[in-house]
């Protein structure tokens, strides 16, 4: 079936550092494809996406582009910021049954320290 | 104005009872989820609602039934509780190829 697999964390980064998340899929088709970030305590929040390949999303300073190439869809900022300490969850929709459904990698914890 | 609200959003409970969560979206979507957080962060899709219509049910065991009274509150009970239902649960609603999250339910069973 559809995956995804992300890099494994914890990543710690000091404020302002460079950052990205690897993310690469395996599916059947091309799905759609996004980053979903969770801040301590809330819940999912759509962070960007991707519908097509060559498709880059883009939000808050975070970027990924769609890659069906190398089937991969990398989370990058380029100055990180302590308000962005979360956990970060790589996506893909999965069409079954006629409905649609996440399927979503490990997550990936980020640490900003100031 | 929350978009998907979820009650209670802690609940601790001894095993072998039974509990239910509710979840509430005012976004007029006609999908709703059920997702289980692990200890460990990982997410995994439990139900599917199109509708009131279930759709997608990811061989989750009977003790927990989902329930729909109307597309706008997806209702999750559990039976017989066990320690390893312990997590977080999640509602969402989708519209289009958004999901949007509730804050979540955190059940520990003891």
């Known amino acids: 079936g559809n995956s995804v697999t992300q890099m494994e964390g914890p990543v710690t980064l000091s404020e302002e550092a460079f950052l990205t998340i690897n993310c690469t899929y395996t599916?059947?088709?091309?799905?759609?494809l996004f980053w979903y970030v969770q801040y301590p305590g809330e819940g999912l929040q759509l962070l960007l996406k991707?519908?097509?390949?060559?498709d880059k999303g883009s939000n808050k300073g975070f970027e990924a582009t769609y890659r069906k190439e190398t089937t991969s869809f990398h989370l990058e900022k380029g100055s990180v910021q302590v308000s962005d300490s979360a956990v970060y969850f790589c996506?893909?929709?999965?069409?079954?049954?006629?409905?649609?459904?996440?399927?979503f990698g490990k997550g990936t914890k980020l640490t900003v320290n100031p | 104005d929350t978009a998907v609200s979820q009650t209670p959003k802690y609940l601790v409970t001894q095993m072998g009872n039974d509990k239910s969560i509710k979840c509430e979206q005012n976004?007029?979507?006609?999908?709703m989820y059920w997702y289980k957080q692990d200890s460990k962060k990982f997410l995994k899709i439990m139900f599917s609602?199109?509708?009131?219509?279930?759709?997608i049910n990811e061989t989750v065991p009977n003790r927990f039934s989902p329930k729909s009274p109307d597309k706008a509150h997806l209702n999750l009970h559990i039976n017989s509780l066990e320690l390893g239902d312990s997590a977080v649960y999640f509602c969402?609603?989708?519209?289009?190829?958004?999901?949007?999250f509730g804050p979540g339910t955190r059940l520990l069973v003891l």
């Open positions: 969402a609603s989708r519209s289009q190829e958004t999901q949007y």
């Open positions: 599916a059947t088709g091309y799905p759609s």
């Open positions: 991707a519908t097509k390949a060559d």
């Open positions: 996506a893909l929709s999965d069409v079954q049954g006629g409905s649609e459904k996440l399927v």
């Open positions: 976004l007029g979507h006609d999908t």
């Open positions: 609602y199109n509708n009131k219509e279930l759709i």
